[in-house]
């Protein structure tokens, strides 16, 4: 059964940083690329980052770059999102994402974590 | 960036009724790539349809998708309860740089 998930999210003041991780399981983890996709309380969803199988291509919404980091230990079947300079707008749920097809880069995503809350605020 | 803008808002149908959904791009999604998703109060999103009319694996077919281009439909063809929901579109053709749609509400009328 694959599983995903996500941990390290919190109360962060704004201009702090922070770390989130996803562990994943059930699927050969290095196979896939993979995904953070947000959501603000109460509006849509965002796309955020995203990093192929083997962290040859990565790419982010322009609302988060220079500012947020993704990589990946595909030794640890861990995904992470490293977020720097935070500000009120990126409070939102985190999920991680796996993509549908095994190598693909442009894929849909099939499988979702529960999210993990990050929230900037003084 | 490619913008997708879903109509409408929010759609209002009884049990048994049909949907459509629409999802237009603001410039040509590749080879089709475009997903639709379903996601209810408290819940992670879930994958219905990729490249555009493919229904993923375990959902019913009530729902089909279609469309190219721009220009992509996501039809229920009889709601059942469980599928009110808010519905999002998502394009993933550009390299990495993946948008969704802002979202149809399907309500009970």
């Known amino acids: 059964e694959v599983q995903l998930v996500e941990s390290g999210g919190g109360l962060v003041q704004p201009g702090r940083s922070l770390r989130l991780s996803c562990a994943a399981s059930?699927?050969?983890?290095?196979?896939?690329?993979m995904h953070w996709v947000r959501q603000a309380p109460g509006k849509g969803l965002e796309w955020v980052s995203g990093?192929?199988?083997?962290?040859?291509?990565?790419g982010y919404a322009d609302s988060v770059k220079g500012r947020f980091t993704i990589s990946r230990d595909n030794a640890k079947n861990s995904l992470y999102l490293q977020m720097n300079s935070l500000r009120a707008e990126d409070t939102a749920l985190y999920y991680c994402a796996k993509v549908f097809s095994a190598i693909a880069v442009a894929d849909a995503f099939d499988y979702w974590g529960q999210g993990t809350l990050v929230t900037v605020s003084s | 960036e490619i913008v997708l803008t879903q109509s409408p808002g929010t759609l209002s149908l009884s049990p048994g009724e049909r949907a459509t959904l629409s999802c237009r791009a603001s410039q040509s999604v590749s080879s089709s790539y475009l997903a639709w998703y379903q996601q209810k109060p408290g819940q992670a999103p879930r994958l219905l349809i990729y490249g555009a009319s493919s229904r993923a694996t375990g959902i019913p077919d009530r729902f089909s998708g279609s469309g190219s281009g721009t220009d992509f439909t996501l039809t229920i063809s009889r709601l059942e309860p469980e599928d009110f929901a808010v519905y999002y579109c998502q394009q993933y053709g550009s390299s990495l740089q993946f948008t969704f749609g802002p979202g149809t509400k399907v309500d009970i009328k």
């Open positions: 059930g699927f050969t983890f290095d196979d896939y690329a």
């Open positions: 990093i192929s199988w083997n962290s040859g291509s990565i």
